[in-house]
């Protein structure tokens, strides 16, 4: 099973929780404001390897946190890393 550690309840089973997104790097070279918040939102690449998540504790705290994570293995990782 997947755990995920949440920074406020602990380590918790994946049920719990709601993925947020990767965030995402938008290019400075796109100058057109609405082309941007379209990359921004809907233009993201499927990363293989380490990503910056967001993800909401929904059965939890109800609270957002940003984590690591390695999506050839679905293994959290610590931030300070």
């Known amino acids: ?3 995920i550690e949440c ?3 602990g380590s ?3 049920e719990e ?3 947020g997104s990767v965030f ?3 290019p400075d070279a796109i100058t057109d404001l609405d082309a941007r918040n379209v990359d921004y939102a809907w233009m993201q690449d499927n990363i293989q390897g380490v990503t ?3 993800w909401f504790h929904e059965s939890g705290c109800r609270r957002w946190f940003t984590t690591k994570r390695d999506t050839t293995t679905d293994q ?3 931030l300070d890393d």
């Open 52 to 54: 910056l998540e967001r």
């Open 17 to 19: 929780f709601r993925y």
């Open 7 to 9: 920074p406020n309840c």
């Open 24 to 26: 995402p790097v938008t």
């Open 12 to 14: 918790r089973p994946f």
């Open 76 to 78: 959290f990782l610590p």
């Open 1 to 3: 099973m997947l755990w």
